[in-house]
């Protein structure tokens, strides 16, 4: 997963670097039946998208936008 918390913005190095060298590593997950107010507990202020996880395989993501716009808070 690439975050903007993992590149460099405007240093103009994104026309060389490829998505694994700037996805963050280890990235938060959430599995698929946990309910969205714990994925919102997870983010906290401190990050603000959580990959969706129904072992072994990454179904998505969820973001602090998804939580705000299904008026969960």
């Not at 918390?5 to 994104?14: I, V």
């Not at 202020?45 to 395989?57: H, Q, Y």
């Amino acid at each position: 997963m690439a975050t903007c918390g993992g590149c460099t913005c405007g240093s103009g190095a994104f026309d060389t670097l490829l998505a694994g060298q700037v996805a963050t590593r280890g990235p938060r997950t959430i599995g698929a039946d946990d309910l969205a107010a714990k994925a919102l507990e997870i983010m906290e202020g401190k990050i603000t998208s959580l990959i969706v996880v129904d072992e072994p395989k990454a179904r998505g993501v969820i973001h602090l936008h998804d939580i705000l716009r299904a008026k969960i808070i």
